[in-house]
């Protein structure tokens, strides 16, 4: 759990950062996090009855979740919208050449247009009410590292005095 701490300081300290990868500090960040989790999963052996374990089980899977937003889900949700943003361009050039056809075009093509037309414009309705919706996810969403920070903090103080109480509660039988 204390590797994990490596990226951080690679990340803010200016010569640690130009000695080190700052990608691969944090694709170790990343898998280390995972591997510590499960670990850390086991090592609890489902097996809840210290506050002290609940909260440091609950704030580790807090951590996780957090950094798997961040890492994974907004660069989904920001690749999405992007693609989203694409065919609601292609949609909306579809519907300029049909309505410049229309307006030029005789009246007996204008009822086949017509159910064309009615189905482009409820598709780019629906695509940018799609996109809206994604685009306030990733908003809401955005503030993640926040969150993986603040759970993080929180994380190593409990850490530490499950260790400590491991220590003085569990070396006791030595006297």
């Known amino acids: 759990m204390l590797l994990l701490l490596a990226y951080s300081l690679t990340k803010r300290i200016p010569w640690l950062r130009r000695r080190v990868a700052l990608g691969t500090m944090l694709s170790f960040h990343v898998y280390a996090g995972m591997i510590g989790a499960v670990l850390g999963i086991l090592h609890t052996g489902h097996y809840y009855r210290s ?8 704030v580790m899977l807090a951590v996780v979740l957090s950094g798997f937003v961040g890492r994974y889900y907004l660069v989904q949700l920001g690749t999405d919208i992007r693609d989203q943003r694409e065919e609601l361009g292609a949609l909306r050039n579809r519907y300029d050449l049909l309505a410049a056809e229309r307006s ?3 009246a007996a093509i204008v009822g086949l247009a017509d159910i064309s037309m009615r189905a482009l ?3 780019i309705a629906d695509l940018e009410h799609a996109i809206g919706r994604r ?5 809401t ?3 993640w590292t926040v969150l993986h920070v603040a759970a993080a903090i929180a994380l190593y103080p409990l850490l530490a ?4 109480s491991g220590v003085y509660y569990g070396l006791r ?3």
């Open 121 to 123: 414009v409820a598709a």
């Open 104 to 106: 030029v075009g005789s």
């Open 51 to 58: 506050p002290l374990g609940i909260a440091l089980v609950s």
């Open 135 to 139: 685009e306030a996810l990733k908003r």
């Open 173 to 175: 039988w030595l006297q």
């Open 161 to 164: 005095l499950h260790v400590w």
């Open 141 to 143: 969403l955005s503030r």
